[in-house]
């Protein structure tokens, strides 16, 4: 059963079987009990139509075995990949005796969702030799947020079963969580951050020797709870915000009640390992971090000094659900995609599933697979929201990574004749679109952050480049106002003309971000829907070898492509891309600029 289906909430009876089939998953839900997977009960039919579950009857009917091969190439986050790989030769020698599915020889590997995506673009780029055929990270988030760029996003199913599950938390040390009043009481988001803010600290809590509270985040980028807890707070401080301004003002307060950031659990409260932990100064200025139970459980697993308790915002965080999916790119057979689903349903039963849930997850139910004495409360989270869509994903990532911005970013926007055209019956141009991407984008970023403008097409006289507005701080005044209202007002007058000057322009954006470099991530965000035009220029082989010999390893630019519909040079664009080690993306469909823009904006 998956997400959407409906779970007897309250009886603790084992839900009947589904029907065979496909089932869509993460139909949105408003409380907690039905809206995760119970279990891979029901997999998808394949082939003739035959499930798995009659492919096993007929198999013990007729004493019958698999035939054909299938390797599985299994991707996998690491807390997970270490369960999975454990009882990858259990799973082909349970396959082994079972008539109508395909031979197994299975072999997972640790991967990141930055890692994963990696392979997944050099599989299409033809490399396929070793390219996963299933993935399995730690949170179906990490789906949505690799399904931003639409070449990933036709790889990956849209619909998928789950095998575990583990709730996005606050982890604090638990004298500390018991201040607050747990296990009994769960504070709210807002609790903490107003508590993060108060100059008093924990002496609020009559616990002054433990100094200010401080807040710590993950990365959510690269972090599942740093993920999922910014997607949790980015939608309460959603709620009711009717303007951009009063949403970036709320956006703003909750950053600077973060003290910092931090890269996970382990890192953030390790001094809990140590065995003066226990004394009552000990705990002065250790923080509160997001974390998932899961991490919660495995941290105390090792017995610390000082354990750490799960802490359950009342407001309802999201929920990390572990998926098992066969990718469908041209390089998985359909025997393999069947594998896969085999493999989810070998997962969810017996052994794995208890290994799982040794290590910390729940069952995809959340109602099992949890005991108390491991810092967590078993009858929370009482109240868990829908999954957030891919639109409010991207968004989020980009206005809370936009806040946080060091370094330089450079936008550089193709205005050649091409980007007149019309995108599908919207009645908008390319350039329209794009224009609409950069300004939703503005009111995000740090009044601090260097951010700049240019626009470029051929030019018969001159550059071929116009800076609307050079780098700089974007609260730097330039003529009556700033350079963010100086931006603001460009952006709607520009327009489209001439030829595409694609390689000088990319040499010239470089070079200028290099001349500025800062400390953080220094980029070039070129967009661009035609080839190079321009006759003058470098050709792009010469134009790749200047980009390389200009770099510096000590103060690296990257430039982070977008090509913008079918006539874009998408192999140029990825070239250029990878000889500077940045990422390169492809909206096929103009008006799918917007949310690949923010993609390229947050990484």
């Known amino acids: 059963m998956t997400a959407g289906s409906s779970v007897p909430a309250s009886d603790g009876a084992r839900p009947e079987r589904p029907p065979q089939g496909r089932h869509r998953h993460a139909a949105p839900r408003r409380f907690r009990t039905p809206w995760v997977v119970v279990a891979v009960l029901a997999v998808v039919a394949v082939g003739a139509g035959i499930g798995l579950a009659a492919s096993r009857d007929g198999a013990e009917a007729a004493g019958g075995g698999c035939s054909g091969d299938a390797p599985l190439r299994i991707s996998a986050s690491a807390p997970v990949a270490a369960v999975l790989a454990d009882h990858a030769d259990d799973f082909d020698e349970w396959v082994e005796g079972r008539a109508g599915m395909p031979c197994t020889t299975t072999e997972v590997t640790t991967a990141s969702p930055q890692e994963f995506s990696a392979a997944v673009g050099r599989a299409l780029d033809g490399d396929t030799e070793s390219a996963p055929t299933t993935w399995v990270p730690d949170s179906s988030l990490w789906r949505s947020v690799l399904a931003r760029d639409p070449r990933v996003a036709d790889v990956l199913p849209r619909t998928y079963p789950v095998v575990a599950a583990s709730p996005v938390v606050f982890a604090a040390p638990r004298p500390m969580a018991e201040a607050l009043g747990w296990p009994e009481r769960q504070p709210s988001w807002g609790e903490l951050s107003a508590l993060a803010a108060d100059p008093a600290g924990w002496s609020a809590k009559q616990h002054p020797e433990w100094g200010r509270m401080r807040l710590e985040w993950p990365n959510p980028l690269t972090s599942t709870a740093g993920l999922g807890s910014t997607v949790a707070v980015y939608r309460d401080l959603a709620i009711g915000a009717e303007a951009t301004d009063e949403l970036r003002r709320r956006l703003v307060t909750a950053h600077n009640a973060v003290s910092g950031s931090t890269g996970d659990l382990g890192g953030a409260l390790g001094a809990l390992r140590e065995s003066g932990a226990t004394a009552p100064e000990a705990l002065k200025d250790l923080p509160v971090v997001p974390a998932t139970e899961q991490e919660v459980v495995a941290f105390n697993a090792r017995k610390p000094a000082v354990e750490v308790a799960a802490i359950y915002p009342t407001e309802g965080w999201v929920v990390s659900e572990v998926p098992v999916l066969g990718l469908e790119g041209d390089w998985v057979t359909p025997e393999q995609r069947q594998a896969s689903e085999a493999f989810a349903d070998y997962v969810v039963r017996g052994d794995a599933q208890a290994a799982l849930q040794a290590a910390g997850w729940r069952a995809a139910r959340l109602d099992s697979g949890v005991t108390a004495d491991a810092g967590v409360v078993a009858t929370q989270p009482r109240y868990t929201p829908a999954q957030p869509s891919q639109d409010v994903l991207a968004r989020t990532l980009q206005n809370w990574t936009a806040l946080d911005r060091r370094g330089s970013l450079l936008v550089v926007l193709d205005t050649s004749g091409s980007m007149k055209e019309e995108v599908g019956t919207t009645g908008k141009s390319r350039l329209d679109v794009a224009k609409e991407s950069i300004l939703a984008s503005l009111p995000f970023f740090a009044d601090e952050a260097s951010v700049g403008l240019w626009t470029f097409s051929r ?145």
């Not at 000057?501 to 965000?525: I, K, M």
């Not at 829907?529 to 690296?556: F, W, Y």
């Open 459 to 603: 030019s018969e006289r001159g550059s071929d480049h116009v800076q609307v507005v050079p780098l700089g701080p974007l609260n730097r005044k330039v003529g009556q106002g700033t350079a963010r209202d100086s931006i603001a007002s460009s952006v709607p007058r520009i327009t489209a003309a001439n030829d595409t000057a694609l390689y000088e322009t990319t040499l010239a954006a470089v070079d200028a971000v290099r001349s500025s470099w800062q400390p953080g991530p220094n980029t070039v965000v070129l967009i661009s829907d035609g080839k190079n035009e321009d006759p003058g220029s470098p050709d792009l082989d010469t134009t790749l070898a200047r980009l390389v010999d200009g770099a510096d390893p000590a103060r690296p630019v990257e430039v982070v492509t977008i090509a913008l519909g079918s006539g874009a040079d998408a192999k140029a664009l990825r070239n250029i891309s990878r000889v500077t080690k940045g990422k390169a993306y492809s909206a096929g469909r103009p008006e799918d600029l917007q949310s690949v823009f923010l993609t390229a904006l947050t990484g």
